[in-house]
């Protein structure tokens, strides 16, 4: 084993992983650990283990549940696309500010599903339609979740290994390890513990601890590796200057204008456009951390850690953005020429596929230029990074399989105990599935487009979400088979996918290259690997397409043809005089139309609203850059790149001003939060029969 570590502090151009750096990682491991221990004392029954027994404010949730979003692979992807597209991407995300805002006010689904008190998705779908088809679509849940989960592990021991350097075997009691199989194990394993020793409290715990190392993190790296002006006497390794130099902006294939960016390829306008009809669509849908949208106190804080998102992410965007930009400067300037033959020396010899040593690129040449300390705490944040995804996507993939696939089963209920160990015992499952998937899966495409298309095998799942919170005419065979054309259509991709990829010898691509006039392939067979021509994306959109159709017609024919009443939606919602629970907040004062307009509610406090205001006036600002630019670009024949570079220099600084704010901000609310929560747990009354079941069409455990 010290062979593997001895390798991790050999590097090309410095010491490496010094006793400083092992002392960061370890040291936060140690205290994550002790946190899990003192959390856990406070779970006693399912409820506490599946939603922290629904005690989390905005902060603490805002933070951990970002945290879990960030994730090693998130990174990865990212740096994948930036790389490729530059600042390209960044103007059509634009695009999609707006629509993310509107659906963060209104609180489009999330409020209406804490509004139902269901512990997960598919016990909405028993309350709201059948327990067969919980059954159905709880099955169909679980199992895209733990694929779309199962190269979550893969890239992110890659990124280890890249950024270690650690080798693909080492010596350890005369026998020959391998080092990934190994690394899989330890991550993998380290994410089970977290998972089932504290349930959804140690988990939130954790994660907001993680979450806010991350923020003070990110803004050191930022200072670290940029330069973001003359002036500055920051130190950056990369100067704006250098910037400007090196990035691309070949006609068709600038990262700087996203109107010349057409030959881009896979990550142009359509990509974003889809991914903005996504977010509307499948709002709510993807449960791989499901454990959150249970866990506040009430809707409204739901409502509020969504809006706090624009402001929790700022650091964080702005340091995945501006990594992979430093690389594209590292390899393109003429400056970095040495740094990056180094980086090319590594990769070549890492030993792994054309695909794999992309994704590796930007994470090697980060591993060469940063210093001990920051090495180390480079590490500890994309090891936290890594851990609060694989701790809260195991959480929710393994409850989903027993709350949505073996309860609806039983006639007898779980104890409480029992349940928390079945639990537990279906979170390991899925840990050793994810270790296999990550092992053997072949990585053919870009993570991105692996999240589009598994993410399609539930795309049924938005029409029945959608429909069922919002439309009483809602029918229950319309989500049986929107949930089933999705999932075909999501599987044909991924088959063909696979049977398109090439390696020597197989392949659909090959054989077409070779057996007919098809010029297209024959131009790619140089390529190691030559892509299905319908990439996940656009798999994820025609699936989309398929599913609301056929969920309106047939739940109107179900309507009007076969006489189906229509829903108690008010029930379900817990509204009016259904509100059992009291969780609808109500202030004195009154709310005008114009507020209603915007999604105020009574709810609102000053601060709320204060909150909301900044929150729509940011994105404001940026949807009328993107307006005006817009304009300008097709009234008056282009902007120049210098204007746009300008324009990219301005935001860059005025998010890295507001970044470091918000960190602030946030720390001293999630440390309130958390005090909140510890208290809130140790003075509620569990209530064991909310273990979530649903009895007479009502979830178990309701105050009458």
């Known amino acids: ?72 692979v998130s990174s990865v992807a990212t740096f994948e696309l930036f790389y490729q597209a530059g600042f390209a991407s960044q103007w059509w995300s634009m695009l999609s500010s707006p629509v993310n805002l509107i659906l963060s006010l209104f609180a489009w689904v999330t409020y209406r599903l804490r509004e139902t008190r269901c512990l997960t998705l598919a016990q909405f779908y028993e309350v709201r339609y059948s327990r067969k088809f919980r059954i159905g679509a709880g099955i169909l849940t679980w199992i895209s979740g733990v694929v779309n989960y199962g190269i979550f592990p893969a890239v992110s021991v890659r990124f280890f290994m890249f950024f270690c350097r650690f080798p693909q075997h080492f010596d350890f009691l005369g026998i020959s390890w391998n080092t990934y199989g190994v690394l899989l194990f330890v991550a993998i394993g380290l994410g089970v513990f977290f998972a089932t020793c504290g349930g959804q409290i140690a988990i939130m715990v954790t994660d907001f601890i993680q979450g806010i190392l991350c923020n003070v993190a990110f803004v050191v790296f930022i200072f670290f590796i940029f330069k973001l002006g003359e002036w500055d006497v920051s130190g950056g390794y990369v100067s704006w200057k250098q910037v400007t130099e090196a990035i691309c902006m070949e006609p068709g294939m600038s990262q700087i204008n996203p109107f010349d960016s057409n030959r881009i390829g896979d990550f142009n306008i359509w990509y974003f456009v889809i991914g ?98 920051l090495l180390g705490l480079f590490v500890a944040v994309m090891f936290a990074a890594m851990l609060s995804t694989d701790d809260t996507y195991m959480h929710s993939w393994g409850s989903i399989f027993i709350q949505d696939v073996i309860m609806p ?74 949930y089933a054309i999705g999932a075909f259509l999501a599987v ?87 509100d059992t629970a009291n969780e609808h907040i109500e202030k004195s004062e009154k709310v005008s139309w114009f507020a209603k307009m ?63 704010g918000c960190t602030l901000w946030f720390l001293i609310g999630g440390i309130v939060d958390v005090v909140g929560l510890f208290k809130a747990l140790a003075n509620s009354e569990r209530n064991d029969s909310d273990d979530g079941s649903v009895i007479d069409g009502a979830v178990a455990g309701e105050k009458k």
């Not at 399912?46 to 090693?72: K, N, P, T």
């Not at 999604?599 to 205001?613: A, N, R, S």
């Open 492 to 578: 044909s991709g991924i088959v063909l996918q696979q049977v398109w990829y090439l390696g020597k010898g197989r392949g659909l691509a090959y054989w077409l290259a070779e057996h007919t006039d098809w010029q297209w392939v024959d131009a790619n067979i140089a390529k190691e690997v030559v892509k299905f021509p319908v990439n996940g994306q656009w798999i994820n959109f025609i699936c989309i397409v398929a599913c609301v159709v056929l969920y309106i017609t047939i739940s109107l024919v179900e309507h009007y043809v076969f006489g189906k009443p229509d829903f108690n939606l008010d029930k379900m919602l817990h509204r009016g005089e259904y």
């Open 1 to 72: 084993m010290w062979d593997l570590v001895g390798a991790a502090m050999r590097s090309i151009n410095h010491e490496g992983m010094q006793t400083l750096d092992w002392v960061i990682v370890i040291g936060m491991i140690v205290f994550l650990i002790s946190v899990l221990l003192y959390c856990n004392r406070y779970m006693r029954n399912a409820a506490d283990f599946l939603a922290a027994s629904r005690c989390a404010g905005r902060y603490v949730l805002s933070i951990s549940e970002g945290v879990a979003g960030f994730a090693v």
């Open 276 to 373: 903005i009809l996504a977010s509307f669509y499948a709002r709510g849908a993807w449960q791989g951390s499901s454990g959150y949208a249970a866990a506040a106190k009430n809707p409204h804080e739901r409502r509020m850690a969504g809006i706090l998102g624009t402001w929790r992410g700022m650091a964080q965007g702005l340091m995945i953005m501006l990594f992979p930009l430093a690389v594209i400067v590292i390899m393109k300037h003429v400056d970095f020429v040495p740094l990056k033959e180094a980086i090319e020396a590594t990769l070549n010899n890492s030993g792994v596929s054309a695909q794999l040593k992309e994704q590796g690129l930007v994470t090697t040449a980060l591993s060469l230029i940063m210093p001990s300390g």
């Open 598 to 660: 915007f999604g105020v509610t009574k709810e609102f406090t000053l601060g709320d609203k204060l909150i909301y205001l900044a929150t729509i006036l940011w994105t404001f600002m940026w949807f009328v850059f993107f307006i005006v630019f817009t304009i300008w670009e097709f009234a008056f024949h282009g902007v120049s790149n210098e204007w746009w570079l300008k324009l990219w220099h301005f935001k860059v600084y005025l998010t890295l001003v507001l970044g470091i």
């Open 409 to 482: 089963f039983r006639k007898k209920p779980f104890t409480p105990q029992q349940h928390i160990w079945m639990l537990r015992f279906s979170i390991i499952f899925v840990g050793v599935f994810a270790w296999f998937f990550s092992f053997y899966f072949p990585m053919t495409e870009y993570v991105y487009m692996f999240f589009a298309i598994t993410g399609a095998i539930v795309s049924g799942a938005g029409a029945a979400i959608i429909g069922g919170l919002y439309w009483k005419r809602g029918g229950t065979i319309a989500a049986w088979v929107s």
